[in-house]
């Protein structure tokens, strides 16, 4: 690895710092180096905040040294007003001549305004360091801009004999297949998520609260499917704790493919990923239409001998670990 690469693989490691907080934003990670020494980094902070490069440039006390040193960051720095003025000027003003970047940013709005920004300014740009795994720690942002939807997931547990719910329950509330670190994890996902959608049958069965109860962070926006409004507004994914919106006749047309338009839906409301959890229809559906980017399944070590099954697709294996008696596997859309 030479010493692009490191300071982009650093750029990335702290860019997760923002994992669950900037969106729609991207988690940017930016490192200023001066001599082969770091004297500068910083992540985006929480949507409406600084970015990236911002934050960098605000921890390097002595603002002389920017104009010897070298901006490494991990997406192309961006070039007009949104919540925040343009990097790339800010970038122009300390004078930083040399910005190393992993990958170019394909919002329409910056899509290489940002570089020629920079190279008018008289910088040296150097592009693609790491180029892959950047698009990869990016892929929330790039897949809602370039698919014009967010990134998909999709999650479920089931048990050794492939079930993931039982035919018959005593209660409406989950009948739990994994074991509580397991539950805990799956917490820790929603807080890295805008938002999370079940179907109305999860909600009458299980009356979930969708939130991240086990783990500390924000609650994702709740998606339910109730074209037919049977849900009771007692139920607790009508509380306070996170917005809910629901998934209505008359803002889907359920005679067209549905996993499609629910992604616009979600689209419009600059959405930029979702987490499904819902029973086997909603999950299949989504996988029928092959609408998913990512697939996270866990499998316990119950067994039910019969129940619902567990939805059928297919996917590439990218991880798979133990979770004390559970074993979770995660699987990307080829």
Not at 147 to 156: A, E, F, S, T
Not at 177 to 188: A, M
Not at 290 to 313: I, Y
Request: aromatic share 6%; net charge neutral; glycine share 6%.
């Amino acid at each position: 690895m030479n010493s692009h690469e490191t300071y982009i693989t650093r750029c990335i490691e702290i860019a997760k710092n923002g994992l669950g907080t900037t969106a729609p934003n991207p988690m940017v990670g930016a490192v200023i180096v001066l001599n082969n020494k770091i004297i500068g980094e910083g992540y985006t902070s929480a949507y409406g905040g600084n970015h990236a490069e911002v934050n960098a440039i605000n921890s390097v006390e002595n603002k002389e040294l920017l104009k010897k040193a070298t901006l490494y960051v991990t997406l192309e720095p961006c070039s007009h007003f949104g919540k925040t003025p343009p990097c790339s000027d800010l970038i122009i003003k300390h004078q930083i001549s040399t910005i190393v970047i992993g990958c170019q940013d394909d919002n329409e709005q910056v899509a290489g305004k940002g570089i020629a920004k920079l190279k008018a300014a008289g910088c040296e740009v150097t592009l693609g360091i790491l180029e892959t795994e950047c698009k990869q720690h990016h892929k929330r942002f790039f897949t809602f801009h370039n698919k014009k939807r967010p990134y998909i997931i999709l999650k479920w547990a089931q048990t050794k004999d492939g079930f993931i719910a039982p035919l018959i329950k005593d209660e409406k509330k989950p009948v739990w297949i994994t074991n509580e670190f397991s539950r805990q994890l799956v917490h820790k996902w929603r807080a890295e998520e805008q938002a999370i959608l079940v179907g109305t049958n999860t909600v009458l069965e299980d009356n979930p609260s969708l939130t991240v109860r086990d783990w500390t962070g924000k609650n994702p926006t709740r998606l339910v499917i109730d074209r037919e409004l049977k849900l009771p507004k007692s139920h607790s994914v009508f509380n306070e704790d996170a917005e809910t919106i629901l998934v209505l006749d008359n803002n889907v047309d359920f005679k067209k493919p549905l996993a499609l338009q629910i992604a616009g839906l979600l689209h419009s409301k600059t959405i930029n990923s979702v987490i499904i959890e819902g029973g086997a229809k909603t999950l299949q559906t989504f996988i029928d239409e092959n609408v998913w980017d990512e697939a996270r399944v866990f499998k316990g070590s119950k067994t039910f001998n019969d129940g619902v099954k567990a939805p059928k697709f297919k996917g590439k294996l990218i991880s798979e670990e133990n979770i004390i008696d559970d074993t979770l596997h995660i699987y990307a859309n080829n």
